[in-house]
Nanobody, 116 residues
Framework: QVQVVESGGGLVQPGGSLRLSCSAS????????MGWYRQAPGKQRELVAS???????YYANSVKGRCTISMDNAKNTVYLQMNSLKPEDTAVYYC??????????WGRGTQVTVSS
């Protein structure tokens, strides 16, 4: 059974930093990419950043220059370093694991709250 588990969320003041982690385990297939999405109350889930096992990255315009995504391929783990956080970054952050074969898998999410 595939498990995708996020960690690292919390409460931070505006201008602060957080590092999110996500590990995927249990699949017999090869991982292709992992990504971070977020969903704020009353809004649709949106892609924040993604990375392939070949190190190709994507960032939403709203986080470019403030966030860095990285992956430890050996551990099937992805990280999202978020700096200069703003109140509008407040959301539940979800991790998704994409495999070459079969369905994608989502984590349950971790809450990020940016507030003074």
């Amino acid at each position: 059974q595939v498990q995708v588990v996020e960690s690292g969320g919390g409460l931070v003041q505006p201008g602060g930093s957080l590092r999110l982690s996500c590990s995927a385990s249990g699949s017999i297939y090869t991982l292709y990419a992992m990504g971070w999405y977020r969903q704020a109350p009353g809004k649709q889930r949106e892609l924040v950043a993604s990375i392939t096992t070949g190190d190709h990255t994507y960032y939403a315009n709203s986080v470019k220059g403030r966030c860095t995504i990285s992956m430890d391929n050996a551990k099937n783990t992805v990280y999202l370093q978020m700096n200069s956080l703003k109140p509008e970054d407040t959301a539940v952050y979800y991790c998704k694991a994409d495999y070459y074969i079969g369905p994608d898998y989502w984590g349950r999410g971790t809450q990020v709250t940016v507030s003074s």
